[in-house]
């Protein structure tokens, strides 16, 4: 099946949590739990699968004290 735009734009906040979490030398679980999610959800997120919500996003970005915005960055 052919990637979409929006597969793309999934993938992309996935890989940018993900670095921006390891660049703080944070784990999933540290960051689920301080974001007060699941730590099967934060990996589905980091891997671009399925949809979140922009409340979920906001809840990571607080947790590891950045924007949301750095999330959309290419």
Known sequence: M???RYDAALKMIGKNV???R???GLS???VA???NIEYRQLGRI???E???TINSLLKIAEAL???ISEFFLT
């Open 18 to 20: 993900r670095a921006i």
């Open 2 to 4: 052919e990637e979409t």
């Open 65 to 67: 004290k950045v924007n």
């Open 33 to 35: 739990n301080e974001a």
């Open 46 to 48: 980091e891997r671009g």
């Open 50 to 52: 399925g949809n979140t």
């Open 22 to 24: 390891n660049s703080k």
């Open 28 to 30: 999933m679980e540290e």
